[in-house]
């Protein structure tokens, strides 16, 4: 069966997503969820909503799917304590440190891989499962052909995003807003700088703002290619978006084929929230028509547009003839010229033929209030729908007592009855009442009320498992009983805390002492050098002098390179696999092609890597877009073979990585780092076709954060600052210090100024 995974940023969305129709709901708690400003779960709610969703038959999934920092490594124990106790069903991750600690002190928790890895292949999957990971969350730029080739990976399930925002970059691989705002991507709390507008081609348009991807008309697609889950964005809409969106999806995949019923359900989600859709490139590889660059935010449900502007006395009113069902109190939208946001207000006032109406029904032509002060609406402006209060009574649920569903801890209780006292006993807790008991005139009847009374658990988060009675036949009165089980239920609900306390705290400092950076006394000459190029060429104006101050030069190859390498030295030679490498079969042969002439030292930017280079033997260094910001990140890339790592841009203490791992950690001082690594051409897009430019080209654009350049790569986009960054204070204290010519357009002549400079 295939999953529909449902988002939660509230109890409200996920009790919304359960009772219309979805298998599963992924949410977040107050930290670490990708979500940040979500509402998310406390711990309390997060045990009481998956309780209620096991009782359904649905499983609960809890996303902690931010870079984490050292000094937050106390805190996302307790996190991953709450989902561990909670009895979530799993766990998706980016940081490569947190999914180590799950895997060596949270054995239970089940691993899935984020879309934030950027797993855009099936090398990336079989990494991912040799690691550990019983599920990953694919880019959402794959087509059908590579989710197909992917789903051949056996012992790891698939998930997909079928409806919902899209990011510009590859998930994961953006540094656009904490570059800009300190406020990253990667930790949750985005900016959306692709949404602003851009001066691009001479025009200001927002080139970079996506469309919503929608893949309702290929979900059997999706299903018969061996898709385990079909996800659903949204962990920041409202609990009426995740209904709408989930029963439509749920109506599909249950095989409803009635147009009228599938297009009713489609315009409630446009009324709610909507943005222009794609499939992306899905089914369509050359797919050019997949951002918004005209407006960005909700529009709605489209209605018609403006026929003329009437009044009556001193009001205002906008006649068009609309295509559905209006009331009053619903939300309109007007589109505006040269606006990049509708002009959007309540219609306070409804008129048919020059009487006022509640409603208007639909082809019917109406006048609408306009508020004071509405700018200029021109005749034949579009206008929407963008709430409706027929539509937010189409989607009622019953909200559970959450009482009902509350985790219950089961306790096994003893019972002595003697004559001048009672005795209750249970998890090493006694409470005794005292007494002058008389005999029962019915045993069973005595008994009875005794199992009753300890039936009742209350308020104390404990259920009654089992009773033992010892009763030589008295009578218990039922106040004395009452006494004495709330004591006994009292102090095993605080005896239970307080082991479950010391559990953590005992968990906790061994996972610190064994987790935390611990520096190291290392004593260097000099920092060794690195310079990394996708431009070969460049070093054919390094000389001599030049060469003797590098220690190692890393080369991203393009596929398909056969020029010779200007290198005296090739034992400093590393050779880089691209970070995104979607021509598989033709790097295999570039691979194949390295190794037979003997090339032992590679660099990786993507988890996939490692699986490219399995069985090579190979000396392997991971790039910053393997994420490193952690000690156990650190400690997990070398488990996996790196013989160097690089530290994350967005590491707020590289000192302690440095001093830590004295030989393997990386700083790069001097470099183009992406702002986006993105699929999507800009100059497609906003032309609608391809520009036929050859795959390569370079300019200048602007927006309100600054002035960028836009590279085209091989037909892959990379927007960088308007000068590469220069990090020589950060870098303070690391043995490995790299030099970056990447993207941007170098000559030869200005590489090695520069180096020099540097250096």
């Not at 180590?100 to 099936?122: C, D, E, W």
Request: hydrophobic share 40%.
């Amino acid at each position: 069966m295939t999953e529909l995974l449902a988002p939660a940023g509230d109890l409200e969305a996920g009790y919304a997503a359960l009772a219309y129709g979805a298998d599963a709901v992924y949410l977040g708690l107050t930290r670490f969820s990708a979500r940040a400003e979500a509402t998310n779960f406390t711990p309390d709610a997060l045990k009481t909503f998956t309780a209620f969703a096991h009782a359904k038959g649905k499983r609960v999934l809890v996303a902690v799917n931010t870079v984490i920092f050292d000094e937050e490594l106390d805190g996302l124990i307790d996190t991953l304590c709450a989902v561990r106790d909670a009895k979530a069903d799993g766990v998706i991750v980016q940081d490569l440190g947190t999914a180590r600690i799950i895997r060596k002190y949270f054995p239970t928790l089940r691993l899935h891989g984020s879309t934030q890895m950027a797993v855009h292949n099936r090398e990336g999957v079989e990494a991912l499962r040799d690691m550990g990971f019983k599920r990953v969350v694919l880019a959402r730029e794959l087509t059908l052909d590579e989710i197909r080739d992917i789903c051949s990976v056996p012992g790891i399930e698939k998930e997909v995003f079928v409806h919902g925002a899209l990011c510009y970059s590859y998930s994961g691989l953006c540094q656009f807003s904490s570059v800009y705002t300190g406020r990253s991507a990667n930790r949750g709390k985005c900016v959306y700088p692709c949404r602003e507008s851009f001066c691009f081609e001479g025009v200001n348009k927002h080139v970079f703002s996506m469309k919503d991807l929608a893949q309702s008309e290929n979900v059997l697609l999706l299903k018969q290619a061996g898709v385990t889950a079909l996800k659903i964005e949204g962990r920041k809409k409202s609990p009426l978006y995740v209904a709408a969106v989930t029963d439509y999806y749920r109506a599909i995949l249950n095989g409803v084929t009635d147009k009228a019923v599938l297009t009713q359900k489609l315009n409630n989600i446009r009324c709610i929230f909507s943005r222009p859709t794609t499939s992306l490139y899905l089914t369509n590889p050359e797919n050019r028509r997949v951002t918004d660059t005209e407006i960005v935010g909700h529009r709605g449900l489209p209605l018609g547009e403006v026929v003329k502007l009437t009044t009556l006395g001193k009001d205002r009113f906008v006649r068009f003839k609309t295509a559905f069902a209006l009331s009053r109190y619903d939300g309109v939208q007007i589109d505006l010229p040269n606006e990049e946001r509708p002009f959007g207000f309540s219609a306070e006032r409804l008129r048919v033929n020059g009487k006022d109406v509640f409603s208007a029904p639909a082809k019917t032509t109406v006048d609408v209030l306009l508020p004071p002060h509405s700018p200029f609406i021109p005749e034949k402006a579009a206008v929407y729908l963008s709430s409706a209060s027929a539509v937010k009574s189409a989607y009622p649920y019953e909200k559970p007592r959450e009482a009902d569903f509350a985790p219950a801890i089961p306790v096994c209780v003893f019972v002595r009855v003697a004559p001048d006292s009672v005795t209750a006993i249970a998890e090493g807790c006694t409470e005794t009442a005292t007494g002058a008991f008389s005999p029962a005139k019915s045993l069973e009847t005595a008994n009875k009320s005794i199992r009753d009374s300890f039936a009742k658990t209350g308020g104390t988060g404990l259920c009654l498992d089992k009773i033992e009675i010892e009763n030589d036949g008295l009578f218990v009165p039922m106040a004395v009983l009452n006494e004495v089980r709330r004591a006994l239920y009292n102090a095993v609900s605080e005896r239970l805390t307080e082991l479950a306390a010391a559990e953590q705290t005992a968990l906790k400092e061994k996972i610190l002492s064994a987790e935390n950076a611990s520096p190291k006394a290392v004593v260097t000459d000099r920092p060794k050098i690195i310079v990394k190029t996708d431009q070969p060429a460049i070093f054919t104006a390094f000389e001599a002098e030049d060469w003797a101050k590098i220690d190692e030069a890393v080369i991203e190859l393009p596929v398909g390179y056969a020029e010779p390498i200007a290198c005296p030295d090739m034992r400093k030679i590393r050779f880089a696999l691209p970070t995104v490498i979607r021509a598989r079969d033709a790097w295999r042969k570039t691979m194949q092609t390295l190794t037979a002439q003997g090339a032992k030292k590679f660099e990786i930017g993507n988890i996939g890597g490692l699986t490219f280079l399995k069985g090579l033997h190979a000396d392997i260094a991971f790039d910053r877009f393997i994420y490193v910001a952690n000690a156990a990140a650190a400690r997990e890339a070398l488990a996996l073979g790196a013989s160097r790592f690089t530290v994350s841009y967005e590491a707020p203490d590289p000192q302690a990585l440095f001093a830590a791992f004295p030989d393997k950690a990386n700083a790069v001082i001097y470099q183009d780092l992406p702002l986006f690594i993105s699929e999507t051409c800009p100059y497609a897009s906003v032309a609608g076709k391809c520009l036929k430019c050859g795959g390569c080209r370079q300019q200048t654009i602007s927006s309100r954060y600054g002035t960028f350049v836009s590279v085209m790569k091989h037909c892959r986009h990379f927007l960088l600052n308007e000068k590469p960054h220069l990090r020589k204070k950060e870098a303070e204290g690391a043995q490995w210090r790299q030099i970056d010519f990447m993207y941007r357009n170098w000559t030869p002549q200005a590489a090695v100024e520069m180096f020099r400079k540097i250096v």
